[in-house]
């Protein structure tokens, strides 16, 4: 039996976080750290996934598998990728899946995006389904939103698959690869996991209450969205780093930043960083900010100093390529 490999890359989101569950823009890039699965098809008609964090491989039939209600966290979106992918192709069959990651799901990268993605483009290579990469987003899209209940915009999903740095609009509406370089971003982890669910609620919670103030801040980081693509396209890194300033600001409004990504924040611009927020939907995660080459070491020794505990730097790499296959054998 032929085993299948693709890898798929993490993501850090760039512009427009939050405003982009409201039918708002914002720019994501996908980064080198990736995530790799290997899927061989069986004859056996049993689904067996080993990944990180099992103790032993998950392993059902294929009719337990297709009635089961309870998924082990660490196999959830394997799992459901390849219901989705039986549905889609309408026949169950069996299928070993190993996933290894070269990063830690804490960091909020987009494990779990990333691991769908290589998942699915495993599933349509070995099937020879050939999905096209639309097909493939929206099939893990799909996957997404049904383990995550609803509150997921696929901008993570989107940097999985087409790699690059993109301007994207919720549901996969608009999905541009936009002209860039590679960033010059120093990204920390903030030391803590952070949940996007209970951010995400905060955020709804505000809307609920104050619709007119929440609204006008969504339109608020739309314009910095529109103007960041602008500095983008010009590579005018002072003028992004000030949007990232004013984007930070809006978040800090909707009370989804913390003290110590706040310090992490001020400690980057302090030590000469363009500008830095934090990427992601808060409570955690990492912050990025963008630096001049002078600037890096300054802001990358900063990072590690100034106190928050458990952050550290993490040395990546932006624009890298989307979702690809890794070998065939
Ligand atoms: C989380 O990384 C970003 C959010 O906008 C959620 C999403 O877009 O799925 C808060």
Request: glycine share 8%; with cysteine; aromatic share 8%.
């Amino acid at each position: 039996m032929v085993t299948v490999s693709a890898s798929a890359p993490g993501k850090l989101m760039l512009f427009g976080e939050h405003a982009v569950l409201y039918g708002y823009p914002c720019i994501v890039t996908s980064v080198d750290l990736r995530i790799r699965v290997s899927t061989k098809i069986t004859d056996t008609r049993r689904v067996t996934i080993r990944a990180k964090g099992l103790r032993e491989p998950y392993t059902l039939t294929v009719e337990e598998f297709s009635h089961t209600r309870s998924l082990p966290n660490e196999v959830r979106f394997v799992a459901t990728a390849i219901t989705k992918f039986w549905e889609h192709a309408k026949e169950k069959f069996g299928i070993e899946v190993v996933s290894e990651s070269e990063f830690s799901e804490s960091y909020g990268l987009g494990s779990s995006s990333a691991v769908t993605v290589a998942t699915i483009k495993c599933l349509s290579e070995i099937t020879n389904l050939a999905l096209d990469l639309r097909g493939i987003f929206d099939l893990s899209y799909e996957t997404v939103l049904d383990v995550q209940g609803g509150y997921a915009s696929g901008f993570d999903v989107a940097a999985a698959t087409y790699g690059g740095t993109l301007y994207y609009v919720n549901e996969g509406k608009v999905i541009d690869l936009l002209e860039t370089d590679e960033l010059p971003l120093v990204v920390a982890y903030s030391g803590l996991k952070a949940s996007t669910v209970e951010y995400v609620r905060k955020v709804k919670e505000i809307f609920e209450k104050q619709p007119r103030v929440a609204e006008f801040i969504m339109k608020h980081i739309s314009v910095l969205v529109e103007d960041a693509k602008v500095a983008l396209a010009e590579r005018d890194y002072s003028r992004l780093g000030m949007l990232m300033n004013l984007n930070q600001s809006d978040l800090n409004a909707l009370g989804v930043s913390t003290y110590e990504l706040d310090l992490l924040i001020y400690a980057a611009r302090l030590n000469g960083a363009y500008g830095a927020k934090i990427s992601g939907a808060g409570g955690g995660d990492c912050i990025i900010a963008l630096v001049s080459n002078e600037k890096r070491l300054a802001v990358e020794k900063a990072l590690e100093e100034v106190g928050v505990k458990g952050a550290k730097v993490i040395k990546v790499r932006t624009s890298a390529e989307g979702v690809r296959i890794e070998g065939r054998i």
